[in-house]
């Protein structure tokens, strides 16, 4: 699953043709506007029409409600595939929604949130960091309450993260740390061979 939008389907298509070279026979989908649809359709299996509601990242917390499968791997739509991703949807079938990152106790995200902050305000000891992942892995139906909980946070963002800018990644590691879902290793999904 991707998103597309108007200034980057060209990308989108660019991830579907090389995760087709990769991983034969797996299905493809994007969400996008239905003006994309004719672009894209030729492209992807399923072609979901987007929230017209919600704006950028926002779409990000929405993907349960917009993937077809059961178990999916989502990618910013600027990712290239190269390798199957059977091995790794093996390895992080153990959560609900899974993605590379670290524990951190201290510092900023790229965006601004005060991990600091966030972890007072949740009682947790270590945070769990995926800034720049641009990639996820989740499952139904236990990814509804990742997502139920992702868009509750982002209600509540200015409450979590101060006066700074709306970052789903921000959001999705608040999650994954009140949840305590743990972080992937980074190279599970960047390492040129598998173990």
Known sequence: LTLATPNDYRKAIGLALSARISNPGVPLAVACTPKLRPLLAAYFDYVIDEDPTLRGFVHKVHLDRYTPFDNTFFFDS?????KNLQVIAERWAGQPYTACGEYLSHGCSSFGLDFGKVLE???K??????????????????????????????KEHRE?????RYADEDVIDIVMTILELA???RHDVDRPEYD
Request: charged share 25%.
């Open 78 to 82: 600027d990712v290239l595939v190269f």
């Open 125 to 154: 000891k270590r945070m769990t960091v995926i800034d720049g992942a641009g990639h996820a892995f989740f499952r139904k139906p236990g990814c509804f309450g990742v997502f139920d909980l992702a868009r509750e946070v982002t």
């Open 183 to 185: 972080p992937a290793p």
């Open 121 to 123: 305000k949740t009682g």
């Open 160 to 164: 979590y993260a101060g006066d700074i």
